[in-house]
């Protein structure tokens, strides 16, 4: 797959989501092959409930120089692959969308072209949940669902709610064809300083009922588990449901119960073991996002910490496009392997919670830049717009597996090798991807306020 490979930069656009339309069930059908017994173990138990299998998927991207993971869906009828950048950060799923399309990238794909027969209304059930807990606002019952996404940065992405057929295939080798509901994108406005990347769209991968996971999850065909390893050479892999769960060893943290996508305890950061003054970092995992995110009050102290550390050593700051904290050494650097001895290991030691941490060595927050550069992936929240919590993003999640278990709401994590994709058996194959770009969001900045999920009338276009 040749694709165009961009310069892994600050993120284009961190989002305030407003969505318009979706709700809370998911009617459809799907149809399966016969399905044979999966023996890999699991955290669940999937005879006793009815839970098939799960979806595996290769992942393609890199934190840099790309700035983005992604992964291959199969839409439509006749079937056609879409590229969608993951993001555990918010719920709905949206594909550029030939209706026609205003503002659209040049994707890998065409863009998906919409059948007259599948617009959600307002007055189907599944027209709400994005927008929930408020209710759509449309003039009829039978109008089309809209939905809207603005951005930080004044971009936006303007669509409608539709239904189409996916076919995913399960580790237990059945093929399934469900019909779910996702959005049809078809006003992309861009505003940001730099190119938009050009994949098809977004998968949400979060817990509302508005996600394809969630959809999936009420058919019984997987649990309402997700899970994802980045592998810092590129690629790696993504899972539905909770066949590739490791029946131990996993580090798990409760989520919040008032929020989707934060740990239910602060944490404290450490410098080498040793407490930094820095406390209650309230904690978000996003894979939406290609870097960390601290606010100010966390990032200056932890910049001054890291500076202070670099006295002495062969480093100088220097401008690089790439990020905004750089540093060059006497000559170009070509991995972090080559600098990461100059920097100290970042631990994250959770508060309340007994013994539970998370470590975060040099190659967790730092890249090499194609000049030769080393720079700090960790970034200033506070100047993208996130100033109460922190985002612990790709860079900081690579070389680990991380599982989103929303039925147990919890969030675990261990180190693992993501450069092989793991088979039905429990078995590790190597596996090579190409890259692909995609957008690289960072979801919902922050639980619904009322000043972000809120009711919003806007110009739609029939389909």
């Known amino acids: 797959m040749d694709v165009e490979k961009k310069k892994a930069t600050v993120p284009w656009m961190l989002m305030t989501v407003f969505f318009l339309a979706l709700s809370a069930t998911f009617p459809g059908c799907f149809s399966a092959a016969s399905q044979q017994p999966n023996k890999e173990k699991s955290t669940h138990s999937k005879a006793a409930n009815g839970f098939a299998s799960s979806v595996l998927f290769p992942l393609t991207g890199s934190v840099y120089p790309l700035g983005y993971y992604s992964l291959p869906l199969t839409i439509g009828h006749p079937p056609k692959v879409f590229e969608f950048d ?20 040049k994707p890998i794909h065409d863009l998906y072209k919409p059948g007259k027969h599948i617009p959600v209304h307002c007055e189907d059930p599944s027209c709400g949940a994005v927008h929930f807990p408020e209710n ?27 239904t189409d057929y996916f076919s995913l295939q399960l580790t237990n080798g059945s093929v399934i064809r469900p019909r779910l509901a996702f959005g049809c994108a ?25 996600s394809i996971l969630s959809q999936l999850q009420s058919f019984g065909v997987i649990r309402n588990v997700i899970g994802h390893c980045l592998s810092g050479k590129g690629g790696g892999y993504l899972f539905l449901g909770d066949d590739h769960v490791p029946s131990s060893g996993i580090v798990w943290m409760p989520m919040s119960g008032n929020t989707k996508h934060f740990l239910s305890t602060t944490a404290e950061l450490l410098l080498d073991g040793k ?53 060059k050494g006497k000559k170009p650097f070509k991995s972090v392997h080559d600098v990461k001895n100059y920097f100290s290991t970042l631990t994250l030691s959770f508060t309340n919670t007994r013994n539970v941490q998370l470590e975060l060595p040099p190659e967790a927050y730092l890249i090499v830049t194609d000049h030769g550069n080393v720079c700090l992936g960790i970034l200033n929240g506070t100047e993208a717009g996130v100033d ?62 009322e000043t972000q999920v809120v009711n919003k009338k806007v110009h739609k276009r029939e389909l």
Not at 86 to 105: E, M, N, R
Not at 136 to 158: A, I, K, N, T, W
Not at 279 to 290: A, P
């Open 86 to 105: 993951i993001d555990t950060g918010s719920d709905l799923t949206w594909v550029q969308c030939d209706a026609p399309c205003s503002g659209c990238t």
């Open 136 to 162: 759509p606002q449309c003039e009829r019952p039978d109008d089309q669902c809209d939905f809207e996404v603005e951005y930080l940065d004044d971009g936006s992405v303007l669509g409608a709610v539709i």
């Open 186 to 210: 078809y006003d992309l406005k861009h505003h940001g300083p730099y190119s938009p990347p050009s994949t098809d769209g977004v998968i949400g991968l979060g817990n509302g009922k508005a």
């Open 275 to 327: 407490p930094t003054g820095v406390t209650d970092l309230q904690i978000v995992f996003d894979s939406g996002s290609s870097y960390t995110y601290f606010c100010s009050r966390i990032y200056k102290p932890l910049l001054d910490l890291v500076m202070r550390g670099l006295n002495g050593k062969p480093l100088n700051a220097v401008h690089d496009q790439a990020l905004p904290v750089c540093w």
């Open 388 to 449: 109460e919590f922190s985002i612990i993003g790709d860079i900081s999640l690579q070389n680990k597996m991380v599982i989103y278990d929303y039925e147990k709401q919890q969030i675990g994590w261990v180190s693992a090798n993501c450069d092989r994709l793991p088979s039905s058996d429990g078995d590790y194959e190597d596996f090579q991807q190409p890259y692909a770009a995609n957008f690289g969001i960072v979801e919902e900045n922050s639980p619904p306020t």
